[in-house]
């Protein structure tokens, strides 16, 4: 005897071997054609060649050279005013949450007066 779980009655209900090897309905599929590339699109193939040619131009050396520049500058400071801003908004609203929660710690500590 072949067992099945039933979605309907969440217990297990005899069925057929068809049935029990291929549960809820579902049937295996086999496909014929590759999966498309989704990460690594290429611009063009080439059947001779296995490298590919990218549209856009690697900036990573650039960047590690700005980055690693020895100037007394923090790395989260580099880019400047556009980080300036980020890194001032991040600080200023840290140290909000921290003022407003040690207040709401405070008020919910004291009894209310009746």
Not at 84 to 96: E, I, N
């Amino acid at each position: 005897m072949y067992y099945k779980f039933s979605g309907f009655t969440q217990k297990l209900a005899g069925a057929w071997a068809s049935e029990a090897y291929s549960p809820q309905g579902l049937k295996p599929v086999v496909s014929t054609e590759a999966p498309p590339i989704i990460f690594a699109t290429p611009t063009k193939l080439t059947s001779d060649s296995t490298a590919y040619d990218y549209a856009g131009k690697n900036k990573v050396p650039e960047l590690q050279k700005f980055f690693q520049k020895a100037d007394g500058v923090p790395v989260y400071l580099k880019r400047g005013l556009p980080d300036q801003m980020l890194y001032r908004t991040t600080m200023a609203l840290t140290v909000g949450g921290t003022i407003y929660c040690l207040i709401a710690l405070y008020m919910a500590s004291q009894p209310k007066n009746k």
